[in-house]
């Protein structure tokens, strides 16, 4: 099985993007379980302006970096959607899924590399929704941005949230502008699935309403993302 993984930039500096550690750290711990699945990894070229040390990730037997040229500015990668560069991945390599953190470009995803009408041998998409553009933000609200993010939701194959918050935040802007019969079909179609711990003593057992160790959930955005502090 190959997976191809649309990731997103927010960070010049890759090694600290907490997408790059989300979606590597899932890849190194699907190997062990999965060694059969190869990953085909877009990743910014060397002409994009991105840092990034060698980490040991592409030294993995099953991952391949496939090099794109990416604007470093966070809004305009996240609508850059080279179609000629999408079609030669196409036609390049036959995967059988995609794994987007971009649901903006998901929609194109979707349509690209199409030689007839049938769905057949077509890719399954799976749009990763880790962040939503959402007007109580603390940044100027996006209307292109999060009008793409719904078109997205809407022609994926499957939509992943990884928090209530997250959805909740999704399902709001999905109100104000897709239709309600639009809106039944992604709800369909997505799910929730949060995200782990990378020590597994760090595991919450479920049964036990306490823990020996207490467990303190930091998101290091809670300042400037959510106006707490």
């Not at 190869?38 to 040991?56: A, C, I, Q, R, T």
């Not at 496939?66 to 390049?92: C, D, G, H, M």
Request: glycine letters at 4%.
């Amino acid at each position: 099985m190959f997976v191809f993984v649309q990731s997103m930039w927010s960070k010049s500096e890759i090694n600290a993007d907490s997408n790059y550690v989300v979606w590597s750290q899932f890849v190194k711990a699907a190997s062990k379980l999965r060694p059969d699945v190869h990953w085909l990894v877009m990743f910014p070229d060397d002409k994009s302006g991105f840092k990034y040390e060698n980490d040991g990730f592409f030294s993995l037997p099953n991952v391949t970096r496939i090099p794109q040229r990416v604007p470093i500015r966070r809004t305009a990668n996240a609508v850059n959607f080279p179609a000629e560069w999408y079609e030669k991945l196409f036609r390049s390599y036959a995967f059988d899924a995609v794994w987007s953190h971009l649901p903006e470009v998901s929609a194109q995803i979707k349509a690209s590399g199409r030689t007839t009408r049938e769905d057949i041998s077509k890719p399954t998409v799976v749009s990763q929704h880790n962040y939503v553009v959402h007007r109580s933000l603390p940044y100027e609200f996006h209307g292109h941005l999060a009008f793409m993010e719904l078109m997205g939701a809407a022609c994926s194959d499957a939509n992943v949230f990884n928090t209530e918050h997250c959805k909740s935040m999704f399902d709001d802007i999905a109100n104000e502008h897709i239709v309600p019969n639009i809106r039944k079909q992604i709800e369909a179609k997505s799910y929730l699935i949060p995200y782990g711990t990378l020590e597994p003593e760090l595991g919450i057992d479920k049964k036990r309403k306490d823990n020996k160790v207490p467990i303190i959930a930091y998101n290091h955005r809670l300042l400037t993302h959510k106006r707490y502090g």
